[in-house]
C-alpha cells in the first residue's frame, strides 16, 4: 500500500510533501482513537530491544537521524511510529531560512535523495519551547551547528548557544560539523578546531553540573588519517561517542544518469549508495579504538539486514532518515521485527 503511496507523493516536490505528510499525520495524533491505533500498529514492545548507553535507556536500537524534524515540531507524532529516539535538527542560534528552493531531490533509481537544506530551522530557543511542551515521552537527540553568516573563527559560540539552549530538553547532543551544505562548515573537522570547539563544549557541561552525553557526526569522506585524528580526539576530550555519518559529496557509482545528476547540482547525497562506505567508516573506528567508542550509524539503512550489517560492524544504535522515506512509516517496526 505504501508503494502506491509513494509513486503518488514522489509526483511533488520533495520539500513540500515532506510537510505536507507530517501536517497529515499531525492530524492522525490529534484523534485519539486514531493515535491508539497508530501506537498499537507500530510501537515495538519488546524488552529484548532495549539498549543502555551513557546511563539512557533506549527502547529499540532504531532511532530517526537528524534533519527530518528540524525543529521538534513533530516529535509526539514520530513517537507514535515505534522509533528508539528521535534527533531534532541541525538546530542553530538563530533562525535562518537556509539554502534557495528547490533543495532537495529524490534519486529513485538509487533509492537515494540529494539534499542542500543549509540548515534552514527557527532557531534553538524555537525549538527548546516546543520540546519542554511535547506530551509523548521519546529520548531526544540535539543536533548543534553554526549559523551560516558566523565565520568560522567564531563558531565556538554559536555551537555554546545551542547547548545552552538546549541542555534541559534533550537527552544527549551531537555537534554536527560535517554537513556539506553551509560554506566551510567542513573545515572544523580539522583536528585544531574541533579540538578547541569539542573542549570548550566538554567544559560547559561540566560547569553545569551535569553529564549530557556530547556526540560527534562526521562525514564519511573523511580518509583513515582523519579518521584516526577523531579517534585520538574523542579519547583526549572524552568524547561520548560518534555519529557516522552524515552525507557524503561522493557521486560514484550511481543508477540515476549523470546528466540529471549534474543538473541537481550541489548537495549531500543519502540513501542506499551510502550504505556500503558507512558501513566501512564504522568498521575502521570500531577496530582502531578496540572498540571502545560508542556509535551511532547512520547511512543506507532501510531494512533489518542493513541495521544488522551496521550494528556487526561495531554501532551501538542505528538511525534511518532516507530509508523512512522510501520504506515508509513502518520502518522501524520492520527492523525491530527482523532484530
Known amino acids: 500500500m505504501y508503494n502506491l503511496l509513494r509513486s503518488i507523493l514522489f509526483r511533488i516536490d520533495a520539500e513540500k510533501v515532506h510537510y505536507m505528510v507530517m501536517g497529515w499525520l499531525k492530524t492522525a495524533y490529534s484523534i485519539s482513537f486514531v493515535r491508539y491505533f497508530i501506537k498499537t500498529a507500530f510501537v515495538p514492545t519488546d524488552k529484548k530491544l532495549e539498549r543502555t548507553l551513557w546511563g539512557i535507556t533506549f527502547p529499540n536500537p532504531v532511532g530517526l537521524a537528524a534533519g527530518f524534524d528540524k525543529d521538534a515540531k513533530f516529535t509526539d507524532q514520530l513517537a507514535c511510529l515505534g522509533f528508539g529516539f528521535v534527533e531534532i535538527g541541525t538546530v542553530t542560534p538563530l533562525a535562518q531560512p537556509g539554502n534557495p528552493k528547490p533543495r532537495l531531490f529524490r534519486l529513485p533509481a538509487d533509492k537515494a535523495l540529494i539534499n542542500r537544506m543549509g540548515f534552514n530551522n527557527d532557531g534553538a530557543m524555537a525549538a527548546a519551547r516546543r520540546l519542554r511542551n511535547r506530551k509523548e515521552r521519546l529520548i531526544i537527540g540535539g543536533n548543534i551547528g553554526k549559523n551560516k553568516n558566523t565565520p568560522n573563527d567564531d563558531a565556538t559560540s554559536d555551537y555554546e548557544k545551542g547547548f545552552h539552549e538546549l541542555y534541559d530538553v534533550v537527552d544527549y547532543f551531537v555537534v554536527n560539523v560535517s554537513s556539506p551544505n553551509t560554506p566551510g562548515l567542513r573545515e572544523l573537522q580539522d583536528k585544531e578546531p574541533l579540538t578547541k570547539l569539542l573542549s570548550r563544549l566538554q567544559e560547559l557541561n561540566k560547569q ?12 564519511p569522506d573523511l580518509t583513515n588519517e582523519q579518521l584516526d585524528d577523531i579517534i585520538d580526539l574523542v579519547r583526549t576530550i572524552n568524547l561520548d561517542g560518534i555519529v557516522s555519518s552524515n552525507t557524503t559529496i561522493s557521486r560514484e557509482g550511481l543508477q540515476t544518469p549523470k546528466k540529471e545528476v549534474e543538473a541537481i ?14 558501513t566501512e567508516v564504522i568498521q575502521y573506528l570500531h577496530t582502531n579504538s578496540n572498540g571502545t567508542i560508542p556509535i551511532i550509524a547512520s547511512g543506507g539503512i532501510f531494512t533489518a539486514a542493513d541495521a544488522k550489517e551496521k550494528l556487526a560492524a ?7 532518515y532516507t530509508g523512512f522515506i522510501y520504506e515508509g ?11
Not at 553545569?208 to 562525514?219: F, M, N, R, T, V
Not at 561495531?314 to 534511518?320: F, Y
Open 208 to 219: 553545569k553540573g551535569g553529564k549530557k552525553p556530547i556526540l560527534l557526526k562526521i562525514a
Open 265 to 278: 547540482g550541489m548537495g549531500g547525497l543519502s540513501g542506499a549508495p551510502l550504505r556500503k562506505r558507512a
Open 314 to 320: 561495531g554501532a551501538s544504535l542505528v538511525q534511518v
Open 329 to 339: 512509516p513502518g520502518i522501524a517496526s520492520s527492523i525491530c521485527k527482523g532484530l
